[in-house]
């Protein structure tokens, strides 16, 4: 299979729960990783929002990243972060996931995309955040 990034949500049964389980899984270059953690539905929504723009904007990447604080040590759980790397419209996705119970264990890929193939993603992650899909792909160009 092409490079990927894969993300599913599982939203609480309670209706009033801004957060639900994030569960992503990567795959570049012969290099695979999933994990989860704890997101509240807002921050993909807002996150799909800032994928709509053509091109992706100059000032820096675009970024979701999920993580927790403990004894005042912030640990990073989730990262995904894309820019624009060609006047051609290459694209590139950067994806560093780490293991909830033991962050010491991460594998951090990138991969090329296309903005075809992220608006896609992007259109994929609003379904899935509107409960009209299970998944939102992300596939390399």
Known sequence: M???LTLAYEFTNDPNDDF???AASVEASGFRARNGFWVQWQDLVEFASRLAPYPLPTNGPVEAEWGYSENGEYTRVTLISL???SATGKVSVSVDLADYYEPRRRCQVIFDTSYA???LFRQELEDLMARKKETAVLLSA
């Open 2 to 4: 092409a490079d990927n």
């Open 20 to 22: 639900g389980w994030l």
């Open 83 to 85: 820019s624009q790397t």
């Open 117 to 119: 193939s992220l608006e």
